[in-house]
């Protein structure tokens, strides 16, 4: 690898592929930190939520950034039996709040705001600068960690990444529009992949990895075997 390429493992994608079950596995699999950066725009968004705040509106909100420097944000380790990062954000601890597809949604349009993803950014450069790192988003590999030593980039067709969200969703007893849950997941896949900051896309050195047809323990075996095959 090149003399300045980190630690760390980067893992993006869109929604549904299962960036978020295989980098916590990934990451105690290697003794890393596990950064859900998705966690961290989710919860962004459920604070401007609460506040009343409409997303279109803050490109132009001159306190923006500086409210957002202000901020005192954690990520939190799932709970015993879930799968999902918590935040803790001014003290409070979120987590399934973060988790529907309305604040999918919102977290999505986030994003796109430049000052927003500045600041968020910066604050994962920051975790990952000793390396030991598994991060998970859209952009880990492109933006926020280009020298990562092992980028993978990780895909499945709409239908398949749907089919995953609606057992998830039934598992924990929640009723299910198909159609529409499908076509709010190709909506966001387009906004994401079309932004013009930090479009959702792989990497010029990731690993493309079709999940479709993939289950979870072969994946991360995979993905083990690529890095222990690419050592620092």
Do not use: C
């Not at 699999?29 to 966690?39: I, S």
């Amino acid at each position: 690898m090149a003399e300045q390429s980190l630690a760390i493992v980067t893992i993006d994608g869109p929604g549904g592929v299962g960036k978020s079950t295989i980098a916590r596995i990934l990451a105690e699999r290697l003794a890393f930190t596990y950064l859900d950066t998705g966690a961290m725009y989710r919860a962004i968004a459920y604070s401007l939520a609460a506040q009343g705040k409409n997303v279109q509106d803050l490109s132009e909100d001159a306190t923006l950034v500086h409210s957002l420097q202000a901020l005192e944000l954690d990520l939190l380790p799932p709970l015993p039996g879930e799968e999902h990062s918590r935040v803790r954000l001014d003290g409070a601890v979120l987590g399934v709040e973060l988790r529907s597809e309305e604040m999918g949604r919102q977290a999505s349009a986030v994003s796109a705001l430049a000052p927003v993803r500045r600041v968020l950014t910066s604050m994962q450069q920051a975790i990952g600068a000793s390396g030991n790192i598994v991060a998970e988003g859209r952009d880990t590999g492109t933006v926020v960690f280009p020298q990562a030593a092992w980028k993978f980039f990780l895909d499945a067709t709409p239908e398949e990444r749907a089919k995953r969200r609606i057992r998830q969703l039934r598992a924990h007893g929640k009723e299910v529009d198909e159609a529409a849950l499908l076509e709010n997941l190709i909506a966001r896949d387009q906004a994401d992949r079309n932004r013009t900051i930090a479009p959702l896309r792989p990497a010029d050195d990731a690993r493309l990895v079709d999940t479709t047809h993939v289950g979870i323990a072969e994946l991360v075996e995979l993905m083990l075997a690529h890095i222990q095959a690419h050592p620092l």
